[in-house]
C-alpha cells in the first residue's frame, strides 16, 4: 500500500500512518539523505530540486548554526570537507558561508568523466535553512537533522524559521544527541523523533535479551538497517570486544516489538542504498527508507517485492 502524496506531509509530521501501511510488502517511503549526497552536492538548493525531480518523497537536512545566528544546511565538523574553505560553521556569517562552494569537493561518480570535480566551475552556495523551506515549500515532509552538540541557540533559531515559514506540521527533528531533547520540549509544535539512544536499546533488547518495550506514545524511530556493532564485555581481569562488521537490527521481531502498542509508531531504515535492501526494508514493514541517491532508487519502487 503506498500513501497518497497529499498525505505525506500530514502522515510524516504527525508521526500516524495506516496500520496497512506497516505489512510486509508495502512500499516505504523514500526520504533524500541530506537532499541526495550521491546524486548532488549534499544539503544544496541543487540537491533539493534534483530530489524533487527524482520523485523524492521526504526531505532530511543537516542544519547547523553560523555566527550570525543563521541556521543553514551542513554537514561536516569542519567546511574544508565540502568546501574550499576551512573552519567550523560557526566561525562565519551566514553571508560568508554563501560564498563558500559546497559542491568544492563533490566527485563524478563516473571515475572515467572527463571533469572529475563539476561543481568547481558550477558553485553551490552553503545555503540558509530559509531559503531550503522556501523552495520545498509543502510539497514534502522535512526531517531536520541537528548536526551539532545540544545547543538552545540552534533549536530557537530553527523554531522561528518553521514559524515564519509556517512549516512546523511537514518538519519533524532528528539528532543523534539525546541532549537536544529537552530543547526541542520547549517548543510545544516541534515533532521529534524517538531518540537515538532509546530506539539503539530497544533493538538490542530484542536482539540480545528478547525483551520487548515498545515505544510509549506514536513517535517516528531511525536506525540503521545494517551497520557496524561492537560488542564489550566486562572481565574481571579486562574485557573482551567483538566486531560485527554487518549487524542487522531491524527484524521482524524488532518491527513487532515497536509496534505493540500502536501501529502508528513510524519506522525509518537508514542506509538504504540497493534494491535488494529497499526490498527488505519493504517487507520488514518498514514505512521510510533513507537512500543517498533519490535517482537511483526511484527505480526500487517499481520492482516487485521479494523476501529478503
Not at 545540544?150 to 541532549?179: I, N
Not at 572481565?235 to 524488532?254: H, K, M, V
Not at 519493504?282 to 517485492?305: E, F, K, N
Given at each position: 500500500m503506498k500513501l497518497h502524496p497529499h498525505l505525506l506531509a500530514a502522515a510524516l509530521a504527525a508521526a500516524v500512518l495506516p496500520a496497512a501501511t506497516a505489512c510486509a510488502g508495502s512500499r516505504p517511503l523514500i526520504v533524500a539523505h541530506?537532499?541526495?549526497?550521491?546524486?548532488?552536492?549534499?544539503?544544496?538548493?541543487?540537491?533539493?530540486?534534483?530530489?524533487?525531480?527524482?520523485?523524492?518523497?521526504?526531505?532530511?537536512?543537516?542544519?547547523?548554526?553560523?555566527?550570525?545566528?543563521?541556521?543553514?544546511?551542513?554537514?561536516?565538523?569542519?567546511?574544508?570537507?565540502?568546501?574550499?574553505?576551512?573552519?567550523?560553521?560557526?566561525?562565519?556569517?551566514?553571508?560568508?558561508?554563501?560564498?563558500?562552494?559546497?559542491?568544492?569537493?563533490?566527485?563524478?561518480?563516473?571515475?572515467n568523466a572527463a571533469v572529475p570535480y563539476p561543481y568547481r566551475?558550477?558553485?553551490?552556495?552553503?545555503?540558509?535553512?530559509?531559503?531550503?523551506?522556501?523552495?520545498?515549500?509543502?510539497?514534502?515532509?522535512?526531517?531536520?537533522?541537528?548536526?551539532?552538540?545540544?545547543?538552545?541557540?540552534?533549536?530557537?533559531?530553527?523554531?522561528?524559521?518553521?514559524e515564519r515559514r509556517r512549516a512546523w506540521a511537514y518538519t519533524q527533528f532528528y539528532s543523534t544527541e539525546a541532549g537536544f531533547e529537552p530543547m526541542l520540549a520547549r517548543h510545544p509544535k516541534a515533532r521529534r523523533f524517538e531518540t537515538r539512544d532509546a530506539t539503539r536499546g530497544r533493538l538490542l533488547q530484542v536482539a540480545l535479551e528478547q525483551r520487548c518495550e515498545p515505544p510509549p506514545a506514536p513517535v517516528w524511530s531511525a536506525f540503521e538497517l545494517r551497520r557496524r556493532l561492537d560488542v564489550s564485555e566486562t572481565f574481571t581481569l579486562g574485557q573482551g570486544l567483538t566486531g560485527i562488521a554487518n549487524a542487522a537490527l531491524w527484524t521482524p521481531q524488532a518491527v513487532a516489538c515497536f509496534r505493540q502498542r500502536s501501529p502508528a509508531v513510524g519506522l525509518l531504515a537508514i542506509g538504504v542504498n540497493s534494491s535488494d535492501d529497499y526490498r527488505r526494508a519493504a517487507m520488514l514493514g518498514m514505512d521510510a527508507v533513507l537512500v543517498d541517491s533519490p535517482a537511483a532508487a526511484r527505480q526500487w519502487t517499481i520492482l516487485p517485492a521479494r523476501r529478503p
Amino acid at each position: 500500500m503506498k500513501l497518497h502524496p497529499h498525505l505525506l506531509a500530514a502522515a510524516l509530521a504527525a508521526a500516524v500512518l495506516p496500520a496497512a501501511t506497516a505489512c510486509a510488502g508495502s512500499r516505504p517511503l523514500i526520504v533524500a539523505h541530506r537532499g541526495g549526497t550521491a546524486d548532488f552536492p549534499e544539503n544544496t538548493l541543487l540537491a533539493i530540486r534534483g530530489s524533487l525531480a527524482n520523485r523524492a518523497q521526504a526531505m532530511w537536512l543537516s542544519v547547523q548554526l553560523s555566527a550570525d545566528g543563521v541556521p543553514v544546511l551542513y554537514r561536516p565538523q569542519d567546511l574544508s570537507a565540502l568546501t574550499q574553505a576551512q573552519g567550523p560553521v560557526s566561525q562565519y556569517t551566514a553571508a560568508q558561508l554563501a560564498g563558500f562552494n559546497a559542491g568544492h569537493q563533490f566527485r563524478d561518480p563516473d571515475p572515467n568523466a572527463a571533469v572529475p570535480y563539476p561543481y568547481r566551475e558550477r558553485p553551490q552556495p552553503v545555503p540558509s535553512l530559509d531559503s531550503a523551506l522556501q523552495l520545498i515549500g509543502a510539497r514534502v515532509p522535512v526531517i531536520l537533522d541537528l548536526k551539532t552538540a545540544p545547543d538552545p541557540a540552534l533549536v530557537d533559531a530553527v523554531a522561528a524559521v518553521l514559524e515564519r515559514r509556517r512549516a512546523w506540521a511537514y518538519t519533524q527533528f532528528y539528532s543523534t544527541e539525546a541532549g537536544f531533547e529537552p530543547m526541542l520540549a520547549r517548543h510545544p509544535k516541534a515533532r521529534r523523533f524517538e531518540t537515538r539512544d532509546a530506539t539503539r536499546g530497544r533493538l538490542l533488547q530484542v536482539a540480545l535479551e528478547q525483551r520487548c518495550e515498545p515505544p510509549p506514545a506514536p513517535v517516528w524511530s531511525a536506525f540503521e538497517l545494517r551497520r557496524r556493532l561492537d560488542v564489550s564485555e566486562t572481565f574481571t581481569l579486562g574485557q573482551g570486544l567483538t566486531g560485527i562488521a554487518n549487524a542487522a537490527l531491524w527484524t521482524p521481531q524488532a518491527v513487532a516489538c515497536f509496534r505493540q502498542r500502536s501501529p502508528a509508531v513510524g519506522l525509518l531504515a537508514i542506509g538504504v542504498n540497493s534494491s535488494d535492501d529497499y526490498r527488505r526494508a519493504a517487507m520488514l514493514g518498514m514505512d521510510a527508507v533513507l537512500v543517498d541517491s533519490p535517482a537511483a532508487a526511484r527505480q526500487w519502487t517499481i520492482l516487485p517485492a521479494r523476501r529478503p
